[in-house]
């Protein structure tokens, strides 16, 4: 079966070896989608009504014609009363469905931040061991099919990906096969300055990270300047807001005993009248970044500090599966989360798995065990990594075995090589423990630099 397999591969690749130099440009769809969006763009460029909407606003994907909403509200009423059994292969041995699926596009980051980064830096693995545009579309694609709804991409930093936009276009179109949810964890450098071709992608959520309102402390905690420009960031954010972009935004701190601890009180005005979410982590050990309890500060202890200025802060309902403790204090536009990771995980309800940039799945994020997605997936390309015509070839293999041309489809109605992906991904998941390590054991266990993982 498998020389079969190989055989028919050959095929298609020798099909398309043969044609590619006759081939038509609009006989690739992603380049026929480039073509339309570039006939449709070009007007706007040359001449644009100063009164009309801004240009993400006539293409964001939740916001659909009234008729779309219609049949939107109808499906999700059939969904409702016909609930649709979770993949098995992202259920765990405690029942946790993981519909949460965490991307590292990138290793490489702008900045140098002191709990994120050793301080000499970090081996970058060859460019030829991380994944491709396509093979993340792929298993995206794949996820998604069994029942992964939220996607979010993170790195290193996303935004120095060359071609993350693109990227975010071709992981939008995964909305008609059920995905809801495409976010982005950043630290704001450059965000500002790709945000509005983002949220015509179909961006709908931003975790920015910012630990100082202090220009000076921000080049101390991150080695590198910036903070303007993260500032910037934050503010086009909000403004497309004003305008019904709908962005999530939450501004992720991670405080530390010594460095930002006063600034506590500080983050929590700035939802006084903004809305947006403030969420303290607590510092956590990962390797090269020094960790020791005593540089923590405790959920409880940053609570206190709050209370002491805003007596009336109080918890609201958290979301099942929300990685924060959630509180508000009356009067204000924005809200408040804690990250507990160190004194008070949320194992019981997590959802999330992680994909490393170099293709690596992760089923908790303080796991030292790992599984590579990228090998197996490459084993039909003799191990090298897919670009778009390989990737074409394949879904095209599998597409004919689908329909019976190439062989038999086995039960799941799922190519072979699909199959072989999920058999590993539902094991890993299935090993998943039902909580992790406690404060003295992750302190001393080996794990990846948290840039490593994608965080």
Known sequence: MAETAQRQMMKVFGRLAVSKPTRSTTSNPCLRRGLATAATAAPLEIERDPTAAPVWQAHRIDQPSQPARKRRRIDNLKDE???????????????????YLRISVTERCNLRCVYCMP???????????????????????LFVKQGVNKIRLTGGEPTVRKDIVSLMQ???????LG???????????SLHRKLDSMVESGLTAVNLSLDTLDPFQFTLMTRRNGHDAVMKSIN?????????A?????????????????????????GRDKDLEIRFIEYMPFDGNKWSEKKMLSFKEMLALIRIQYPDVHRVQDHPNDTSKTYKISGFAGRIGFITSMTHNFCGTCNRLRI???????VCLFGDTEVSLRDILRETNQGKPFDLEAMEALKQLESDRREGLA???????????????????GMAVKRKKEKHAGIGELENMKNRPMILIGG
């Open 81 to 99: 009363l016909e609930p649709r059994p979770f993949s098995s292969f992202l259920t765990d041995n405690y029942s946790r469905q993981h519909n």
């Open 119 to 141: 301080e000499e830096g970090i081996q970058l693995s060859p460019p030829e061991h991380n994944l491709t545009t396509p093979e993340i579309v792929y298993l995206s694609e």
């Open 170 to 176: 071709e992981l939008g179109q995964l909305r008609r």
């Open 179 to 189: 995905l809801k949810e495409l976010c982005i964890t950043t630290n704001g450098i």
């Open 236 to 244: 086009r954010i909000l403004e497309m807001n004003k305008l019904g």
């Open 246 to 270: 709908g962005i999530k935004l939450k501004i992720n701190c991670v405080v530390m005993k010594g460095l930002n601890e006063r600034e506590i009180v500080p983050f929590v005005e700035l």
């Open 356 to 362: 490393t940039s170099d293709g690596n799945l992760k």
């Open 407 to 425: 062989g038999s489809v086995g039960a799941l109605g799922v190519s072979e090589h699909e199959a072989k992906l999920l058999d590993v991904i």
